[in-house]
């Protein structure tokens, strides 16, 4: 008996001072709404995740690339720190416990995680004992978190540095349509805030046995939360040196007696809008707390415009939902725009916190104008009355900086480089005023190449106009492969075509019937056959250059002139085959002659000096008549 009570004791202390506590397994892994990788691999990985929920709890990170992730857009910094903290070139990646996860496919690939790896590692002990819980304010803008650390056994890292990470994740996102362009619409456990921030809190690297410490965090929720009823707090505790993550604790989500989400936002629009109103805007609205839901707010805000709200009144059992409809709101500006609606006093609960915001996008064109001078998109933003609509995927037509015509800095840029055969994008220009016009003519300039010099690609551009703000279309201009290209092929994958001073073309296409209007769209329509890229600057829609001088006095050159942009003077010089005799006119866009040459003789080749010094900036006609007849080219003055 008495060597048996010594082993009990022996034994006994042994568990003092070599505790043992279980350990609740970490998985991390980054995505993005716009990865076609992460879309195959997060099916998989997340059945698997779902079948060990009593040993891993995971939080996904959305990352900024490859391409549109609208939850990294409302917090890319905590996501940028794991990024860098793992130090990340791709995704789909992950980790366990803050070992990349390894196998038959790249390392880190969530593909390579299975039910052995995972087996493993719950089965080594954790140094921590770990406990998480939390509770929301009554406004349900705040979360009171209270965490609670006790080391099971003698732990000392040295000089390393030991971190306790504090995540506000959501379990389940669902999107009625893909956020992304990989066809995802439900995202699971993505971290939407870390407390204080990505770098988390640093803790003791030395523990004694039993040692205790406890932490309480009083945050506030965020208000792109999508649904409050799937927030959990996820804690853990990890080497900021080697990484390895030693304990893990989570918070699972409360149930909410009196709340409610948006579940879809509709503009009313289709395609663009020229009326700068919304009259059909609707909402869903859910009730996903535990009471019936019988009143709220609902707001509704265009941009980061002022809000506006008025009172619901209703009687929704759990789940149940009804269909909204939003004020009319009228006078918004040309360009792209975002719908948001959310709920607030739900119950009259007195709460004034944003709950449940869902939102959309539409776009508006704004009111017709005469032209200026040509859209060479050299302003600090991308003009407003100009619409990119890339068929709801992140790549297609954008503003660029650093390739430009005339040795300008911007242009736009259509990625086929980056598209899929056979995919669209669209720019919309703004609305023209062409009622003070006869003939209209649209001039652009181009810059494109395919990619394969043997076989070039038909990547394609095409415009059309439109009388009637898009109901209908009219083709003016379609070139595609080598008819579109004004460069040699690089025929690199790894560099992308940007042109050179050189590499445009000037393009000048009649627009019949359009003299007069008052309202005309152009829509510039780029289908890729996955070539190289393709760029569009200077965009003008007006009087179109006469050229009847061509035939009668050979001028095959037309006119030339420069330098242009023009400060102090130009010069227009004439190439004429036969002498003829006109006068020279500077003609502003509204049509005023704003300067003069007596009528002379041309022939040959002759140059004309043009003083502008006194012009203001802008676009300017510069013109010869000879009775009936006329020539013209256009002059920037830039001053």
């Known amino acids: 008996m008495k060597s048996v009570y010594i082993t009990a004791i022996a034994l006994a202390f042994a568990g003092m001072v070599h505790g043992q506590s279980q350990r609740l397994v970490l998985s991390e892994a980054f995505s993005n709404a716009s990865c076609a990788p992460c879309a195959s691999q997060n099916p998989g990985y997340n059945t698997l995740l779902g079948n060990n929920t009593t040993k891993v709890v995971k939080v996904k990170y959305q990352t900024n690339w490859p391409g549109t992730d609208p939850m990294n857009a409302q917090n890319p910094t905590d996501v940028a720190s794991r990024v860098s903290y793992y130090q990340l070139t791709g995704v789909p990646w992950g980790c366990l416990d803050g070992t990349p996860f390894t196998g038959g496919s790249?390392?880190?690939?969530?593909?390579?995680?299975?039910?052995?790896?995972?087996?493993?590692?719950?089965?080594?002990?954790?140094?921590?004992?770990?406990?998480?819980?939390?509770?929301?304010?009554?406004?349900?803008?705040?979360?009171?978190?209270?965490?609670?650390?006790?080391?099971?056994?003698?732990?000392?890292?040295?000089?390393?540095?030991?971190?306790?990470?504090?995540?506000?994740?959501?379990?389940?996102?669902?999107?009625?349509?893909?956020?992304?362009?990989?066809?995802?619409?439900?995202?699971?456990?993505?971290?939407?805030?870390?407390?204080?921030?990505?770098?988390?809190?640093?803790?003791?690297?030395?523990?004694?046995?039993?040692?205790?410490?406890?932490?309480?965090?009083?945050?506030?929720?965020?208000?792109?939360v999508y649904d409050l009823t799937e927030v959990a707090i996820l804690v853990f505790v990890q080497n900021n040196n080697t990484k390895e993550v030693y304990q893990a604790g989570i918070s699972q989500p409360l149930p909410v007696s009196n709340y409610g989400k948006v579940n879809t936002v509709s503009s009313g629009l289709t395609g663009i809008d020229c009326q700068g109103d919304l009259n059909n805007a609707t909402a869903t609205i859910e009730n996903v707390g535990n009471n019936a839901m019988t009143s709220a707010d609902i707001y509704y805000q265009i941009d980061n415009g002022t809000p506006m709200s008025f009172p619901w009144t209703g009687n929704l059992a759990t789940g149940a939902t009804d269909n909204v409809n939003i004020p009319a709101i009228s006078g918004i500006s040309g360009g792209n725009h975002s719908l948001n609606v959310w709920l607030s006093n739900i119950n009259n609960s007195g709460s004034t916190s944003a709950v449940g915001t869902s939102s959309t996008n539409f776009s508006i064109s704004g009111a017709p104008a005469v032209a200026a001078q040509p859209e060479g998109f050299e302003a600090s933003s991308f003009p407003a009355n100009y619409i990119i609509d890339n068929l709801g995927a992140p790549i297609g037509w954008g503003w660029v900086n650093g390739a430009g015509a005339n040795n300008s800095n911007r242009s736009v840029r259509c990625r086929f480089w980056n598209m899929s055969s056979g995919t669209q994008a669209f720019m919309y220009s703004k609305r023209f005023d062409l009622s003070g016009i006869t003939n209209g003519e649209l001039s652009f300039d181009v810059a494109y190449t395919y990619y394969?010099?043997?076989?070039?690609?038909?990547?394609?551009?095409?415009?059309?106009?439109?009388?009637?703000?898009?109901?209908?279309?009219?083709?003016?201009?379609?070139?595609?492969?080598?008819?579109?290209?004004?460069?040699p092929p690089l025929g690199s994958g790894t560099q992308s075509f940007v042109p050179t001073a050189t590499q445009w073309r000037n393009e000048r296409v009649d627009i019949p019937g359009v003299g007069g209007l008052g309202d005309v769209l152009l829509r510039f329509k780029g289908t890729s056959d996955f070539g190289d890229m393709l760029y569009v600057d200077n965009i003008f829609l007006g009087e179109k250059n006469t050229s009847s001088f061509e035939d009668i006095y050979g001028l095959e050159q037309g006119l030339q002139i420069f330098p242009n942009p023009a400060t102090n003077q130009t010069t227009l010089r004439v190439s004429a085959d036969a002498p003829f005799e006109a006068r020279l006119e500077v003609v502003n866009m509204l049509g005023a002659v704003v300067y003069s040459q007596a009528s002379q003789t041309f022939a040959g080749v002759q140059d004309v000096q043009i003083?502008?010094?006194?012009?203001?900036?802008?676009?300017?006609?510069?013109?010869?008549?000879?009775?009936?007849?006329?020539?013209?080219?256009?002059?920037?003055?830039?001053h």
């Open 106 to 224: 790249y390392t880190g690939a969530l593909a390579n995680l299975n039910q052995t790896t995972i087996d493993n590692r719950y089965a080594v002990d954790s140094p921590f004992d770990l406990q998480v819980s939390h509770s929301l304010t009554a406004g349900l803008d705040s979360a009171y978190i209270t965490i609670d650390l006790t080391a099971s056994q003698a732990l000392d890292i040295g000089n390393e540095t030991m971190k306790l990470h504090v995540l506000l994740v959501e379990k389940e996102i669902n999107f009625t349509a893909p956020p992304g362009s990989n066809g995802e619409t439900s995202f699971e456990s993505v971290m939407r805030k870390m407390y204080p921030d990505g770098n988390g809190t640093t803790i003791a690297s030395a523990w004694t046995n039993t040692q205790n410490q406890s932490w309480n965090f009083d945050v506030a929720i965020p208000s792109y």
């Open 611 to 638: 003083p502008v010094q006194d012009l203001a900036n802008g676009m300017y006609q510069v013109r010869l008549i000879a009775g009936e007849m006329q020539i013209g080219t256009r002059l920037m003055v830039q």
């Open 452 to 487: 394969t010099a043997g076989s070039p690609e038909q990547d394609r551009l095409e415009v059309h106009y439109s009388t009637d703000c898009g109901s209908t279309w009219n083709s003016v201009f379609n070139k595609a492969g080598t008819a579109l290209s004004t460069a």
